[in-house]
Every structure is written in C-alpha cells, then in structure tokens.
C-alpha cells in the first residue's frame, strides 16, 4: 500500500480570509438598515463531552462555525470579531497545574495568537473585563450571537454563553445567516483542503477498489479506507458515518449505523455501494463507488449502473452558475427512468412517469448538497429558498441556483427498496409503469449510487473527484490496473 500525497501545510491565513469575509458582510447588512458597525461577534466554542457517566472523552472536534472563522483545535475556547476594527481576539481556558502532568505542556497565550493569527489573546475568566474596557467610553457592547436552524438537521446553533454575559446587549437574530451565508461560498484556500480530502479520499476508494474479496467483511473495507486516509493523509477523522453495503443492503441509504454496522460476509454475485469520506483539517469530502466484490459486472448490474452513471455524467456536464439544483435533481431522475425503459424494466411515457414521480421510487433522496466544513453543509435554504413538496423532491437539501464558489455532492441513485417498490407497483396511479415480471429480478439487489464533490466555476464546473468511473476502467482497476490520482 503506497501514496502519491502527503498531507498539504494548512495556511492560518485561510482563517484571516473568513473573519474579512464574515466582516465584510456583516458591515454591509448593518449599513443597508442604518446601523452603527459596532459590538463584537461572539462566538463559543466546542466543549470536550465525556461517555455517559464515565471519565472517558471522545475524540474532539470543534464545532463548525468556530472552526470556520477561527482554526482552533482545541476545547473550551471562546472568540470575538470587533465589528468597527475587524480585530479578532480569542479566550482560552486557563487550565489547572494538573493539565502539565497529563495531558502535556501548557502553553502560553501568545502561542494561541501566533498559531490562530488573532489580534489579541486572553483567559475565559477575563471576557467580561475585556469586553467591557474595549467599549467603557460608549457604553456596554453589542454581542452578536449565533442563533439558527440547521435546515438539514432540524438543529438550532448554540449562542454563546458565559458568566457575566447579562450586562452586555445581544442580537441573537443578525449573525446567523449572514455567517451561514459566508460558508456557502468557498475560498480558494478552502478549496485546497477539499481538494485534498477528495485526492486521499480517491486514492482510498481505489485501494479498496484493488483489494475487495469474496468472503470478506464489509467492517474490513471500512477499515481499509480508514487506513489510507489516515497513514497517508492525516485525516484522523472520516467526515460521516462509512457506508460500506454489499448485497441488499446497498439499498439501505444510510447503511452502517450502530443497528447494522458493516458487518455482512461478501457474497459472489454482489453489488457493494461504498460511501465514504475523509475530512482533512474540518474540511469534508463525500465519494460513493458502486461496483461489483467479484470484480466483474454482470449484463443486469451494468444496466442498473449505467443508468446512474449517464445520470451523473448528464447533470455534471450542465452545471454552471445560474442553474437550479432542482433541475438537476429531475434531470438525473428523467435519465435513470429512460434507462430503466429502454433496459425493459418499465414501459410508457417518461413524462408521464416524472409527473406521477415514479423517479422518487427508484431515488428517493435529493440529488446532493453542498459540501464543507460539514458534509451536509450549511445555506442549504438561505435567501427565501423554499423546500419541495413532492416525494423525491421533498429530500432535497437545497433548492438553490448555483453559483460560483459553491461546492455540492452528485450522487444520483437507482435502488430497488421493498418499501417503496411494492406500493408503486400495486398503485392505480403507478402499476401501469412496470414490467412487474422484469422487475422482479432485481428485487434484493439493492442499489447503485455513484458520487463526486463538484466545484462551480464561473463557465461551468470541476469534478473533484477522481475515481474510476466507467465500467471498463473499474474492472480494469480491480483486475490489478493502475490508476493514480495526478
């Protein structure tokens, strides 16, 4: 097992870059409604959270919109912008003589400012005190605190909080999607750490790709992706949860949670659909490779796969700016349900079939979302962008038009699940559609999905992703073939 990478050096100018952004644009909202630039964003960040009621800590990872505009690493740290100077200023938690002993050398402030390049540097038990002597001549500061939903969770952000925090004003509404906003649109010194996170990733996926038996567990596919990405990419967290489903259950869409944890032995004849991503210093990659573990795609399996390809190749090849990603969704659906009939597995007009949203059957999830600092990343449904309402559609994580900057997963995917087959086929509005005796023969074969990171350029896009993608090049690849990542 080799690699052509190695890890890039993270720049701390890339933080620099999102406080000037986020302060930039907090200005201009505050100036089209007459407001002073004032007060100070203030933010708070991850805290360590032990196992229940034990003394065990889980791996750290700082909260996202923290790790956006201020780089830090490590828990209990709490960071301000000064609106009017655009000063960055951090408070770090002034650890106990313990700390030296067990958990290594404490280090000074000034490390902090240096490693971060913040303005300023002080203790948590000091905000209020500085805060306030920054402002004593016009009167207590205006906090701007982070306080919204997370369309894709369903989650609020959490505002920051601290003793002392009632003798400053606060604006819990402004910050939120502003910031959100900010993150939408990536930097190119964000774009790097995608970039590398796709490159390991790739390299990854096509290790195991070269790997993959008959007989195996899918926990050792996992294992081998993890592997790779961390030995030679540094990436010591994975951006999500690995999918590694072979057989039925690469029609479970979010296959290998804790009730079902990639566990399956690898059966002659399967289809395995891998979903994994590793993120590199909070940035986030997602890539999905279906394939066959024997190595070789049969007649019905290429069909299936194909379909999903051609699906995949037809939205990429459109994005642009100005395009709207519901589009794309019923684009890559109208190429799946024309492969699915000319492979005579349905019959009738495909219009038809988009109206009575048979593609929502075959897909139920949304096309993709926008890729980051998290994998379902934020702004999926900023600037009174609405939500659809028809199955499939429903699914979406944004309804948005692109725009340049912007980086979103295509994972478009043909699955046959019981539970949504069954019903479409007994329907009066749908049964029409199928050759039920055709169909037949792929129920429990699970499913394809294929997926690359995109970025939106000015003129159209970049696929970030270089995995082998045609049949004839991962047979090739499986057969012992070479194929790097440039």
Known sequence: MTSSLSPPEVPNELYVVNREKLIKSLRAHLSSSSRPHQGFVFLQGGEE??????????????????AYLFGVKEPGFYGAIDVATGDSMLFAPRLPDSYAVWLGKIKPLSHFKEKYRVNKVFYTDEIVHVLLDLYKEKGNPLLFLLHGLNTDSNKLSKPADFQG??????DMNTLHPILAEC??????????????????SSEAHIEVMKNIKVGMKEYQLESMFLHHTY?????????????????????????GHAAAPNDKILQDGDMALLDM??????????????????????PDQALIYNAVLDAHDAVISTLKPGICWVDMHKLAEKVILESLKKGNLLEGDVETMMGERLGAVFMPHGLG?????DTHDVGGYLKGAERPKEPGLNSLRTSRELSEGMVIT?????????????PAMESSKTSKFFKHEEINRFRGSGGVRIESD?????????????????????????????????
């Not at 993150?183 to 390991?200: P, T």
């Not at 295509?410 to 069954?422: D, H, N």
């Not at 970049?462 to 499986?478: F, G, L, Q, S």
Request: charged content about 20%; glycine content about 6%.
């Open 410 to 422: 295509v994972e478009p995917g043909c699955y046959f699940i019981e539970a949504l087959l069954l």
């Open 369 to 373: 979302h926008f890729l980051g600092i």
């Open 183 to 200: 993150r939408v649109i990536k930097s190119d010194l964000e774009l790097a750490l995608i970039q590398f996170a796709n490159d390991i």
């Open 165 to 170: 925090i009632d003798r400053f004003k606060i």
């Open 277 to 298: 991503g590793a993120e590199y210093h909070f940035y986030a990659s997602d890539i999905t490779c279906s394939y066959p573990v024997n190595g070789k795609f049969t």
């Open 231 to 255: 030995f030679f990419g540094g990436c010591r967290h994975c951006s999500y949860t690995c999918i590694c489903a072979t057989g039925e259950n690469s029609s479970v869409l979010h296959y």
């Open 49 to 66: 959270q032990s196992r229940y009621c034990t003394d065990h800590d889980d791996l750290f990872r700082q909260e996202s919109y923290f």
């Open 454 to 486: 995109v970025r939106i350029t000015a003129n159209g896009c970049i696929n970030m992703t270089k995995c082998p993608r045609k049949i004839e090049d991962i047979e090739a690849v499986m057969a012992g073939a070479p194929w790097t990542i440039d």
